[in-house]
């Protein structure tokens, strides 16, 4: 099993609030991803990182920020929440370099905001 | 990357083989078709991978056609706990293409039943 682990994995907040995701993974891998999944719908990529250092905004715009000082850690921010935030944000993590680098997935943050 | 098409859902009896097939009709020589499933509110697990030859591991096979503008992924003896939604995804290798990131459809609801 790979070792990549969010916390918290359920969150309801108010609006307003500043929030970070937690994502980490003990398996030395230089990409981490966040991708946005709405119950039933795709995922999609809104933030990644290639290694320490490195962020790049995905493939659909998000608010978030994100940040990568260490390469186990690559937590995810709102700094202000709305009810249009509510979703599963999903942390993936890859190694360096080949194709056979299949993404190892935590199991979500199911974010709620009222 | 190369667009993927899966039919939404299909149903499977249990012990039964399950076949998913994908189409990939614009796929270039270079890239890879990935399979990953999502069991329901966990993160997506990869699967299997491969470029133009069968390939086979301790989960499913994949089954790509010559022309590669299809493949099927088999999962042998389907058990209960393999309802899930399954993707096909292709991608180019980075080492050739340079970086790419996965971009998930809405892949195929498999329903396994007793």
């Known amino acids: 099993e790979a070792d990549i682990y969010q916390t918290p994995r359920y969150l309801v907040i108010g609006t307003g609030k500043k929030i970070t995701l937690e994502c980490s993974q003990t398996m030395g891998h230089d990409k981490m991803y966040w991708y946005q999944q709405d119950p039933g719908m795709e995922l999609h990529l809104i933030h990644y990182?290639?290694?320490?250092?490195?962020?790049e905004k995905g493939d659909l715009s998000s608010e978030s920020t994100v940040s990568r000082i260490r390469t186990e850690h690559f937590p995810l921010t709102l700094e202000s929440a709305r009810p249009s935030h509510t979703s599963q944000y999903l942390c993936?993590?890859?190694?360096?370099?080949?194709?056979?680098?299949?993404?190892?997935f935590g199991n979500g943050t199911r974010l709620t905001v009222t | 990357d190369a667009k993927t098409t899966q039919p939404p859902s299909m149903d499977c009896a249990e012990g039964r083989a399950a076949n998913l097939p994908c189409n990939h009709s614009?796929?270039?020589?270079?890239?890879?078709v990935y399979w990953y499933r999502q069991i329901h509110s966990q993160g997506p697990q990869y699967i299997i991978h491969?470029?133009?030859n069968n390939e086979t591991n301790e989960m499913a096979s994949l089954i790509i056609t010559e022309d590669r503008k299809s493949s099927t992924l088999i999962l042998p003896h389907a058990t209960l706990r393999d309802t899930a939604v399954y993707y096909c995804?292709?991608?180019?290798?980075?080492?050739?293409?340079?970086?790419?990131?996965?971009?998930f459809g809405k892949g195929t609801m498999l329903l396994v039943s007793p």
């Open positions: 491969g470029l133009k």
């Open positions: 993936a993590s890859s190694g360096w370099g080949t194709i056979d680098s299949p993404l190892h």
């Open positions: 614009t796929i270039s020589g270079n890239e890879y």
């Open positions: 995804i292709v991608r180019a290798d980075p080492l050739l293409s340079g970086y790419s990131t996965l971009t």
């Open positions: 990182s290639y290694g320490v250092n490195s962020t």
